[in-house]
């Protein structure tokens, strides 16, 4: 009888711990927010609202001051650039920032990942963060940000780059990704960001799982107590 029991909690365990550990979910990618800024086909500024799902990160929503927004946008890729994902690139005029909202709202334990593509060489520092939007500003999420000098090719990934901790300020709210040009970068270009994330499990998931373990834990003991 016991090794049914023993059996079952097994089974039981181990088809629920593949849905608390490897559930990712992508917020931002090539199809998914406009990740690879394919649209639209023509060229077109963050600034006019005709880049879908990316806006203009300004002061009044909690933006770097003073801001330069007039410039930078997306194109499709000519002689000077080559897109690495879809037919455009986004390009960032020095001193401006767009941001790409998701719906996702943050929870403790999620685990966030994201990566993007430098497009040209020589036109200095892009700099990608993660932040979160409580419904009036957006804020920057600390320790999240890589930046460096752009690079035909590179990526940067990273991987389990933030995860959310019980107390964090971004509970609750909805996650975003950043990209901003310091001051004097010669209109770096960027393409197919991408972002994903491995939610919490849900308390009803781990506790089931939680107690197929304990309960085989103490199966384990009878058996050694006979």
Aim: proline share 7%; net charge negative; with cysteine.
């Amino acid at each position: 009888m016991q090794r049914k029991y023993i059996a079952a909690i097994i089974v039981l365990t181990g088809a629920l711990l593949p849905v608390w550990t490897d559930a990712q979910t992508v917020l931002i990618g090539g199809t998914t927010l406009n990740g690879n800024f394919g649209l639209p086909a023509t060229k077109t500024t963050f600034a006019s609202g005709g880049v879908p799902d990316w806006s203009v990160w300004t002061p009044a929503l909690g933006g770097p001051s003073p801001l330069v927004d007039g410039d930078s946008g997306v194109q499709p890729g000519a002689s000077e650039s080559t897109p690495i994902s879809g037919q455009n690139i986004a390009y960032f005029q020095g001193g401006s920032t767009a941001y790409d909202l998701t719906s996702w709202t943050i929870a403790s334990g999620d685990v966030y990942s994201y990566s993007w593509d430098w497009v040209l060489q020589g036109r200095g520092t892009a700099t990608a963060e993660l932040g979160y939007w409580n419904g009036t500003t957006l804020t920057a999420i600390a320790g999240t940000a890589t930046s460096a000098q752009s690079n035909s090719g590179t990526v940067l990934d990273v991987t389990g780059g933030y995860t959310a901790g019980p107390t964090d300020p971004a509970i609750g709210s909805d996650i975003a990704l950043i990209i901003l040009a310091p001051s004097g970068s010669n209109y770096p270009e960027v393409d197919n960001v991408n972002l994903t994330v491995v939610p919490a499990p849900e308390p009803s998931i781990a506790a089931l799982a939680g107690l197929g373990v304990l309960a085989l834990f103490v199966v384990k003991r009878k058996q050694f107590a006979c």
